[in-house]
């Protein structure tokens, strides 16, 4: 499944897909960006990171891409699970410490 | 403690009483930040610290707001006379590094306070 566009707050997998999550920013000068995990009740988690300099990063069935062309950031989750239920967030940096955050995107797990 | 750690949890509050939320980040981390989240929303910058600095309070929403952090370490939250707009997800959140070398940024669970 995916969010198609610059973003949408609701997605919709099945189980065992691969997810794909976008995020435009707004700032061409931010360096940094992070994807945070929150599930229903509890704070953000952090999911993976990469900088500026970077174009793509990849983690444990996380995989970040960044286009600095276009200001857009992407989240690829492998093998979706139940567990990757989650409201998903994207952050920039704009400075050397605030982090500016995206409006989230729902996604949701079907069985 | 492994991670950041909120109090309280949960507070209920009557419109115009004053509330204190509290934070203890990850040890050794030495920036701080509070964010706010309303239901539904992404998260709004409230505050930064950092070291002996002065903080960046260019987030905080009205004066009733205000934070502290005593010691480098446990920061307090107050909103006085509160509004039942203030109703809202206070999240704290530390990372251990400042500037451009990496900045990670932890969050705890949250304080959830509701104006009734």
């Known amino acids: 499944g995916e969010s198609v566009g610059l973003h949408l707050p609701t997605l919709s997998v099945q189980e065992g897909d691969n997810s794909i999550i976008n995020c435009a920013y707004s700032?061409?000068?931010?360096?940094?960006f992070i994807w945070y995990k929150q599930e229903s009740g509890k704070g953000p988690q952090f999911i993976i990171d990469?900088?500026?300099?970077?174009d793509k990063r990849q983690g444990q069935r996380v995989t970040v891409l960044l286009n600095k062309t276009v200001k857009h950031l992407s989240l690829q989750i492998a093998a979706t699970q139940p567990g990757d239920s989650a409201v998903y967030f994207c952050a920039e940096r704009l400075n050397d410490y605030k982090l500016s955050f995206g409006a989230g995107t729902t996604v949701t797990v079907r069985a | 403690g492994a991670g950041v750690s909120q109090s309280p949890s949960n507070k209920v509050t009557e419109k115009g009483k004053d509330v204190e939320l509290r934070c203890d980040p990850i040890s050794g981390h030495t920036a701080l930040y509070w964010y706010r989240q309303s239901l539904g929303q992404g998260l709004e910058f409230l505050i930064y610290f950092q070291g002996n600095s002065a903080p960046d309070k260019s987030g905080l929403p009205s004066d009733r707001f205000s934070a502290e952090r005593t010691g480098g370490s446990v920061s307090t939250l107050t909103i006085q006379r509160t509004q039942q707009e203030d109703s809202a997800v206070y999240l704290c959140?530390?990372?251990?590094?400042?500037?451009?070398?990496?900045?990670?940024?932890?969050f705890g669970e949250g304080s959830w306070l509701t104006v009734v």
């Open positions: 700032n061409s000068a931010s360096d940094y």
């Open positions: 990469i900088r500026s300099n970077m």
């Open positions: 959140a530390s990372s251990p590094l400042v500037g451009r070398a990496g900045n990670t940024i932890y």
